[in-house]
């Protein structure tokens, strides 16, 4: 029916991200929900939105505005447990990865969330706002390599 699948053979396919943490037990926290045409399996809130960064970083480095507004619409659920995603983050060397997506989000959206003060400010990278600037002139057609100096 036109729908778009796309098969990976792991979470994380670079070896370096793919031992980073037991993504196993993320199976132990999921929920059924029953739809119309029957059950689907959900990983909880705070385990989808680090999938739908690792994948977009990861896998697309960050390519098209709608994987970042899927993000930006998760990280505003008001029940995140964010005390799960900066921890589960430093366990697994993320932090950093996390902050320039998040940041990226807020930067492009003006989104504010918890996330941002706890898990953004204190890992993103020196010059974040010309890396910033550089997505978003790719994004919005102004891409040049002066951008690319960022």
């Given at each position: 029916?036109?729908?778009?699948?796309?098969?990976?053979?792991?979470?994380?396919t670079?070896?370096?991200?793919?031992?980073?943490?037991?993504?196993?037990?993320?199976?132990?926290?999921?929920?059924?929900?029953?739809?119309?045409?029957?059950?689907?399996?959900?990983?909880?809130?705070?385990?989808?939105?680090?999938?739908?960064?690792?994948?977009?970083?990861?896998?697309?480095?960050?390519?098209?505005?709608?994987?970042?507004?899927?993000?930006?619409?998760?990280?505003?659920i008001?029940?995140?447990?964010?005390?799960?995603?900066?921890?589960?983050?430093?366990?697994?060397?993320?932090?950093?990865?996390?902050?320039?997506?998040?940041?990226?989000?807020?930067?492009?959206?003006e989104?504010?969330?918890?996330?941002?003060?706890?898990?953004?400010?204190?890992?993103?990278?020196?010059?974040?706002?010309?890396?910033?600037?550089?997505?978003?002139?790719?994004?919005?057609?102004?891409?040049?390599?002066?951008?690319g100096?960022?």
């Open positions: 029916g036109g729908a778009l699948v796309e098969i990976h053979w792991s979470l994380l670079p070896r370096r991200y793919r031992a980073a943490a037991n993504f196993d037990a993320w199976l132990d926290t999921r929920t059924v929900v029953q739809t119309e045409k029957g059950r689907i399996f959900c990983l909880s809130r705070e385990n989808e939105l680090i999938e739908l960064v690792m994948h977009a970083f990861v896998h697309h480095e960050l390519d098209t505005l709608l994987k970042l507004v899927d993000i930006a619409l998760v990280s505003r008001p029940e995140l447990d964010w005390d799960y995603i900066v921890e589960w983050c430093g366990s697994c060397s993320t932090s950093r990865m996390f902050a320039v997506t998040l940041g990226l989000i807020h930067h492009l959206f989104l504010s969330f918890d996330g941002h003060s706890r898990l953004v400010a204190p890992n993103l990278p020196r010059g974040a706002d010309g890396i910033f600037e550089a997505y978003a002139a790719r994004y919005f057609g102004a891409d040049s390599r002066a951008h100096i960022a």
